[in-house]
């Protein structure tokens, strides 16, 4: 299988991309800071690299230059985005979180989708949060841009199915990882490893799931957060 990961240079997406190689597929990465994907491709045996800012208007023609590098594409993974509390609700916060989560984050999948239709075959897969299932005070924009990520592939995938095009999607879900994003001087609780998260998704695109929420805990505490009411939710203190 040929894979591109999204923001491997890091994290979920760095813990996927050596993942996918020691089993033995075809892996190519991309993300902003090119000595890293540099030192990353040595040690994934010189698989194919594309310094790529999502948020850059030459965004998906570097993108197609890596699909054109690794000789096709059939898994598209979409670990890039960015994630800050922003107590203070400064704007430039916000709108940099849009940008990156919204409208960054449609072009690629925009540009993948009509990829995966030409082709006939695809499978999609984002990193969205469990952020994205309630309004979190602590963080609007980012818990509001994964919800947008989560019902922007819904809607996708039932576009897909009106179309007729063999398209699967995957929503991530992963809770609190231990990743650059996570500020350091907040004691998140029950936060997980990036290499355990990164083996739990791989399992889950294995067997196409739809939404991947990680882990068990993550899966309790979410159905929790549904069942409490918007008048009582509102006024809970969270983060």
């Known amino acids: 299988m040929k894979i591109i990961i999204m923001g491997a240079t890091s994290g979920i997406g760095l813990e996927l991309a050596r993942l996918y190689h020691n089993t033995g597929h075809k892996v190519a990465i991309a993300a902003r800071r090119i000595e890293i994907l540099k030192e990353i491709s040595k040690e994934l045996s010189d698989c194919p690299y594309e310094q790529i800012d999502i948020v850059k208007d030459n965004s998906t023609s570097n993108f197609n230059k890596l699909i054109e590098l690794l000789g096709g594409m059939d898994l598209y993974i979409h670990v890039s985005g960015i994630g800050k509390q922003n107590r203070s609700l400064d704007t430039d916060i916000e709108l940099s979180t849009v940008e990156t989560n919204v409208t960054a984050f449609t072009r690629m999948i925009n540009y993948v989708y009509h990829y995966f239709s030409n082709q006939g075959f695809g499978h999609i897969a984002v990193v969205t949060s469990i952020a994205g299932t309630k309004g ?67 399992k889950g695109i294995a067997k196409r799931k739809r939404v991947i929420t990680i882990d068990w805990r993550y899966r309790i505490l979410v159905m929790l957060w549904r069942l409490i009411p918007s008048c009582i939710w509102v006024k809970l203190k969270i983060g």
């Not at 609007?140 to 995938?157: T, V």
């Not at 007729?164 to 650059?180: A, Q, S, W």
């Open 136 to 202: 979190i005070g602590v963080a609007p924009s980012y818990s509001a841009s994964k919800r947008y990520n989560s019902i922007y592939l819904q809607a996708l995938e039932q576009l897909s199915h009106i179309k007729g095009y063999n398209i699967i999607f995957t929503d991530i879900r992963p809770g609190f990882v231990d990743t650059e994003m996570l500020s350091k001087d907040f004691n998140y609780p029950m936060k997980m490893s990036s290499q355990k998260v990164a083996g739990l998704i791989l």
